[in-house]
């Protein structure tokens, strides 16, 4: 499956943005989910992730309250939410997708089989 994350720009502190993963070359269906984040000189993040089914998802704890993941299945699109955004949002953001994922790996990137290029978020103050 390939990925494709949309979404991005440049955005004032408090401000929303709605990111887009969208697959191609195969249904989303089938996939579990995750969006990752990585600042200039930081390490890969996980920021949130949604089960197949759409029945669970997760959150790191500095976006929980403020991001929300959803997904159309329809659409074969997984979307981010992303409200009240500060300074510390800013970087590039990935989405992943893995078809087999064990609860305790949907916040591990490395546990993810397909990747898309980012799309960068940046927050001003």
């Known amino acids: 499956v390939q990925l494709q994350a949309s979404g991005g720009g440049l955005v004032q502190s408090g401000g929303s943005l709605r990111l887009s993963c969208a697959a191609s070359g195969r249904t989303l269906s089938g996939y579990n989910v995750g969006w990752f984040r990585q600042a200039p000189g930081k390490e890969r993040e996980f920021v949130a992730a949604?089960?197949?089914?759409?029945?669970?998802?997760y959150y790191a704890g500095s976006v929980k309250g403020r991001f929300t993941i959803s997904r159309d299945n329809a659409k074969s699109t997984v979307y981010l939410q992303m409200n009240n955004l500060n300074s510390e949002d800013t970087a590039a953001y990935y989405c992943?997708?893995?078809?087999?994922?064990?609860?305790?790996?949907?916040?591990?990137?490395?546990?993810?089989?397909?990747w898309g290029q980012g799309t960068q978020v940046t927050v001003s103050s």
């Open positions: 949604i089960r197949r089914s759409g029945g669970a998802t």
């Open positions: 992943a997708a893995d078809s087999q994922l064990i609860t305790s790996s949907m916040t591990n990137g490395d546990a993810y089989d397909y």
